[in-house]
């Protein structure tokens, strides 16, 4: 795929200093806008601007909203005022809005100057809604249709205003105050008699969203009802906008990075990796870095505190690396499951004991086999073939009881943390792995020191 792609660079590049603008514009006309903002991405930024003007309007408009921020500006600043407005006017609303809340002031102010006055009061009404709600990534342009219009009068009324909407296969229904009453479909339209009032074929029964609902919880719902388009409203239920699909798509990868990232406890990013400066990088990890080198002081101070049992027997030391790893692991397995269930809609706080349930069998079930690994293993490597004196049976079963109350307590945190951090407004992404696995080792010590002097007699 990348020889592909370096292929079809030389070709455009050959084409230009060709100076064959017919072959090169019919070159970029036969690929799809995602791919042709990829191509565009290997061009030096001053080959691009040329490349970009040869693009038809239309096609040029659906190239620039797939570019990344950076380049977005820089075509931005090398525009004159009839190209950007020429651009601007090809726009849906709400992909103006994206691209506004990415620039540097300078930028938004020359884009706003130049914008329509329409534009500039819908965008203003777009950015006026919290990040991550509804309003933030619903768009305004869409058809909407009075009860007492006929079919013949819809269709005309899409054909006049459809060109500038972003989508016309679901048409909204509102009464004269524009509160919602309903929606045909393009089938519904196509399939009824031309003189047929809406108010017959109209579906009444409408889901809609608040302007100020969570955004991830709207994509989710494009999963589950096979949406292609999703009605919002006001407090007061009249229909401001509609969310697409591509939208709740672009929504849920955007949630799912962040999630990713939260879980690796690094500060989310949503600049590509390769052009993200390392400041940035470095300044992204170290917080979290050093909050859980804090953190993890409190397995220094317990293994301070049991320094003696230790010393009398130091073969314990050699099984805390296992015993603290197979912990962690334990936890992320149980709060990587709980947070997906939660993301999923599927597990909610009230379900906490059902889940509680659950992975106190999945625990006790793992538990016992590992244990039974572990004592095996103990006795085996330790005892036999690497002629481990010191290694004895008690010692093998302090590990393997060990190793047994620390999955069931790792379970046990994993599982709760995320649902309780759901509970009190927190994203449970950042109970995940890290926080866990650092609880999960204090606890895995604790238990392996206590179970070690009453076993085997340690003080």
Known sequence: MDDEKESLVDQALLLLEQKDYSGLRAFLGELMPADINEFFEELPEEKLIVLYRLLP????????????????????????DAELKATLDELYYDDTADIIEEMPASVVKRILNTASPDMRKAVNELLKYPED?????????????????????????????????????????????????????????????????????????????????????????????????????????????????????????????????????????????????????????????????????????????????LAALPILTAFIPMLMDTGGNSGSQASVTVIRGISLGQVEFSDTFRVLWKEIRVAVLCGITLGIAAFGKVMLVDHLMMGKDEVSWTVALVVSMTLFLTIFCAKMIGCSLPLLAKKIGFDPAVMASPFITTIVDAVSLVVYFVISRQLLGLT
């Open 133 to 309: 709600s509804a309003g933030s990534i619903m768009t305004t342009e869409f058809v909407r249709l009075k009860k007492n219009y006929t079919v013949q009068d819809s269709f005309d009324l899409i054909r006049h205003v459809g060109i500038d909407k972003e989508t016309i296969y679901t048409c909204y229904v509102t009464d004269d105050k524009n509160h919602l009453i309903g929606f045909v479909t393009v089938k519904d339209l196509l399939l009824a008699p031309l003189q047929r009032l809406i108010e017959d074929i109209m579906t009444e029964n409408v889901i809609a969203v608040n302007t100020l609902d969570d955004q991830e919880q709207i994509a989710m719902m494009f999963s589950k009802y096979d949406f292609i388009a999703l009605p919002v409203v006001d407090n007061e239920e009249r229909l401001v906008g509609i969310i697409t699909v591509d939208d709740a798509i672009d929504v849920l990868q955007e949630e799912t990075e962040e999630d990713f990232a939260k879980m690796a406890a690094i500060t989310p990013n949503d600049t590509e990796y390769l052009k993200t400066p390392v400041t940035r990088i470095w300044f992204s990890r170290v917080p979290w870095l050093l909050l859980l080198m804090i953190s993890a002081t409190f397995t220094g101070i317990i293994i301070s505190k049991f320094e003696s049992a």
């Open 57 to 80: 309007k239309e096609l040029a408009a659906e190239v620039f909203v797939e570019m990344d921020p950076d380049r977005q500006e820089y075509l931005i600043r090398a525009f004159s």
